[in-house]
């Protein structure tokens, strides 16, 4: 198959794999395996064209036959701001998810998702729980949209210090540090 593309095309598409590679490797720096690593051969095939597509200053040749975006690539118009917004969209989903998910074990005694291996949930069982982690999740939302994470506090043990925090409370941080003296 053959792919004509304009330079102007293979520039979006060049935007849109920087994206994609962001979402599927992230900050990772372990060599890729299984579909990172199927990806990864079609990315440097397809960055390849770079240079005859106009796109140059957004690639580089590292070693025969290797490519990489380069730090152009963030500053293109709306791509850094992709990124943003689906790290920032990822982060609170995530937080705002285990701590529902958190909190639903504590009230039961049990974890949030059903053990596979146990007995299988009925389907009112299924609405119930699915009803109650959405209330918890939304408890959650309202929180963060007013105040963001003002008043998340990581606590150990319920002595109000974090793990890294040492008998003393400071942790190495000095008074007035993030831990609170009671």
């Not at 580089?60 to 850094?80: D, K, Y």
């Not at 009925?122 to 939304?138: F, I, N, P, S, V």
């Amino acid at each position: 198959m053959k792919l004509q593309l304009t330079p102007k095309e293979y520039r979006r598409i060049l935007q849109m794999l920087y994206i994609a590679d962001h979402v599927l490797n992230g900050r990772r720096d372990d060599e890729p395996v299984g579909l990172r690593l199927k990806c990864e051969e079609a990315l440097q095939g397809f960055l390849g064209y770079a240079a005859q597509c106009g796109c140059a200053v957004l690639v580089e040749q590292t070693e025969e036959a290797l490519f990489n975006f380069t730090a152009a690539m963030p500053e293109e118009p709306g791509v850094g701001e992709a990124i943003n917004d689906y790290d920032e969209d990822g982060f609170w989903q995530e937080l705002v998810t285990r701590l529902a998910e958190r909190d639903y074990e504590r009230i039961h005694g049990r974890p949030a998702l059903p053990d596979p291996a146990g007995a299988p949930e009925t389907d009112e069982q299924h609405e119930e729980r699915e009803a109650e982690l959405k209330g918890l999740e939304e408890g959650y939302w309202r929180e963060f949209e007013a105040v963001g994470v003002k008043n998340v506090e990581v606590i150990k043990g319920g002595f109000g210090r974090p793990s890294w925090a040492g008998a003393g409370g400071e942790g190495g941080r000095g008074r007035g540090g993030l831990v609170e003296e009671t």
